[in-house]
């Protein structure tokens, strides 16, 4: 149980594309999904807080312009990366907190180059 | 505000040893603390988590963890490691008024050597 899923794994993008990830909660609902950003070797750095039904909560030095977050269902939150430049490369991974139990469970990721 | 420190960013150690890896948090309310496993270009796998009651927490792949609140810390502990436990390992910290956001440490890269 408490699978969560993103898609794609990864992807390459020329420098003004917009690249839309879907991470989606497989065996359990989830109110509340959040993205995070890793750079190599470091630490996941919390963008957002996504909540079905509502706008997203973004945190501090992230645009919202720029990433666009939708969570239109229990089980599935976008992140998209609109009008991507090269600085936007980087490892972007979801989780989703379990309704129940609160545990936050986490994808697989996502590798976006923009070239 | 909460904050969670891992005092070691790299732990090299010997296949069957024993291995702790350390980590400390500051927060003023009440935690859950949780410890992540995240193996190169993967997502984080849960470790173990403390929520409440029992301070000693066994998690998967013989892991074990201490919640120890009067020194603010929950270590990891394993009694014999394999060379699969390579990776990179997190700490991290919520608290019920935190709408269940994570406050992350900086990572333990673990590297294990026959």
């Known amino acids: 149980g408490a699978v969560v899923s993103q898609h794609p794994s990864r992807v390459i993008c020329k420098s003004g594309t917009s690249v839309k990830i879907e991470c989606r909660s497989l065996?359990?609902?989830?109110?509340?999904m959040f993205w995070y950003r890793q750079f190599p070797k470091q630490s996941l750095m919390l963008m957002a807080t996504?909540?079905?039904?509502?706008?997203?909560?973004?945190e501090q030095g992230v645009e919202k312009d720029k990433f666009l977050i939708n969570h239109a269902s229990l089980t599935l939150s976008t992140l998209t990366v609109t009008s991507a430049h090269p600085e936007d490369s980087s490892f972007y991974i979801c989780?989703?907190?379990?309704?129940?139990?609160?545990?936050?469970?986490f994808g697989p990721g996502t590798r976006l180059l923009v070239l | 505000a909460q904050s969670v420190t891992q005092l070691d960013s790299q732990v090299p150690v010997f296949e069957e040893a024993p291995v702790e890896l350390r980590c400390n948090y500051s927060?003023?309310?009440?935690?859950?603390l949780f410890w992540y496993v995240q193996y190169p270009n993967q997502g984080l796998q849960l470790l173990l988590k403390?929520?409440?009651?029992?301070?000693l927490v066994k998690g998967i792949n013989g892991f074990e963890a201490e919640f120890n609140k009067s020194q603010t810390s929950f270590h990891l502990r394993k009694p014999s490691v394999h060379i699969s436990d390579t990776a990179e390992y997190f700490c991290?910290?919520?608290?019920?008024?935190?709408?269940?956001?994570?406050?992350f440490g900086q990572g333990t890269e673990l590297s294990v050597k026959p």
């Open positions: 989780s989703a907190r379990d309704l129940n139990e609160g545990t936050q469970y």
């Open positions: 065996d359990f609902q989830a109110t509340t």
């Open positions: 996504s909540n079905e039904g509502s706008k997203a909560t973004y």
């Open positions: 927060s003023s309310v009440s935690v859950y």
């Open positions: 403390y929520l409440s009651g029992s301070t």
């Open positions: 991290a910290v919520s608290s019920r008024n935190q709408g269940g956001k994570l406050i």
